[in-house]
């Protein structure tokens, strides 16, 4: 009964403890928290953020912020009320993404700020601490977690994890949420709520040197034997087999009788292939009776490796959040940003904003898709009937839309690999509809 007791407390005291320390749904004063970098690039580079709630949503009343110009640059940045560090606490990092156009290449990751930051010149080149979200451009499509590790070996600090993570670039919203977990130094990446990669954060960056390291003291023994197959001593080459010839003249070949032998010299008969000839001779091969395998190098402890129980601090003095991107074709949306040290938090955050307006962003996505078809098929029409009136061939080329393009449907995402698939043609056909 006591330890029940005990349990309860501390199941109670981790739920109360649970901050938040940031959170923005751009309602209509979202305005008074950002910045847009007014000195980071020319004006005409930098694109402007429209403030809607796109062309298909669940909630006309809740807007958030989109890309509106095409082959521009995209800031902004917002303070949090107090700085805040991830040393011996989790970080939970959620927002929303949707990418309305077809998108060919465009970033739409967040960033963790630091003290660092002159909000008015905030660009690609600012400081950050972690970078996370969808990088897209042409078949690299993938979520960046990327963390700053200023002891790295390496001249660049800022640590790609090593295998990338997948990521979604259908046209509707999408909630990515990074955990990282204090008590034992990992992390988990979760689209829609599901894990898409987790595990250990030292095993999936290169933060420290490696574990071991392959003994320098020790080479492979000069009498190792690595060759599985060896001639077979018992095989001997047939006597006389190098004396077949390789190409013999044609028997069956006669002299031209308009030969002239004094023109054209002595007639030789064409040289043709013999069919007795077998090739050069090589002995059988069989297995090596003293065949060890292959030499594995012993590895030894590396005496440069030390852990960092500290690993998942990477976060440890945030005081804004911001995007910083490039975006050849525009479109892509964010919303319902949440920075806590509780997945519960982030977890309930999400239950109000984005799994609320889901399903009928899914309808509505859904009925204009079906209308752009109809509409593509009609227009495909027109010109073909013109083509005809005018007696003109009409060729599929000749249209605007391909008919691969008006097949493709909206398909769940079962499998990321098949998904990531579906989506390498679905780019493909939006390429085929700009030219
Ligand atoms: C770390 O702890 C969490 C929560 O207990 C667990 O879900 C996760 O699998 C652990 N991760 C690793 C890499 O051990």
Known sequence: MISRGLLAVGLLTASTSATVYFTENFDDKWESRWVVPSKWKAAEEIGEWAHTAGEWFGDAADKGIKTSQDARFYGLSAKLAK???????????????????????????????????????????????????????G???????????????????????????PTRTDQLSHLYTLH?????????????????????????????????????EQSKPADWVDEEMMADPADVKPEGYD???????????????????????????????????????????????????????????????????????????????????WQVKSGTMFDDIILTDSLDEATEYAKETFWKKQEGEKAMFEKAEEERVEKEKAEREEMKKKAEENGEPFEEGDSPFSVSDMEITEDEDEDDEDWEDEEEEDDENSFTMEL
Not at 101 to 124: H, M, N, T, V, W
Not at 142 to 156: Q, S
Not at 186 to 205: A, K, P
């Open 180 to 216: 990282i977990m204090a008590a034992n130094n990992s992390f988990n990446v979760l689209i829609d709520g599901e894990s898409v990669r987790e595990g250990s954060l030292e095993e999936s960056w290169d933060f420290r040197p490696p574990k071991t390291i392959p003994d320098p």
């Open 83 to 137: 700085p805040f560090s991830n040393e011996g606490k989790d970080l939970v990092l959620q927002y929303v993404v949707k990418h309305e156009q077809r998108l060919d290449c465009g970033g739409a990751y967040i960033k963790l700020l630091g003290p660092e930051l002159d909000q008015a010149s905030f660009g690609g080149d600012t400081p950050y601490q972690i970078m996370f979200g969808p990088d897209v451009c």
């Open 139 to 165: 078949s690299t499509k993938r979520t960046h977690v990327i963390f700053n590790y200023p002891e790295a070996k390496g001249e660049d600090k800022n640590l790609l994890i090593k295998t990338d993570v």
């Open 243 to 325: 004396d077949i010839p390789a190409t013999l003249p044609d028997s069956e070949a006669v002299q031209p009788e308009d030969w002239d032998e004094e023109e054209d010299g002595v007639w030789e008969a064409p040289m043709v292939d013999n069919p007795d000839y077998k090739g050069p001779w090589s002995p059988k091969m069989i297995p090596n009776p003293d065949y060890k395998g292959a030499w594995e190098h012993p590895h030894i402890p590396n005496p440069e490796y030390s852990p960092d129980p500290k690993l998942h601090a990477r976060a440890t003095e945030v005081t804004a959040v911001g995007f910083e991107l």
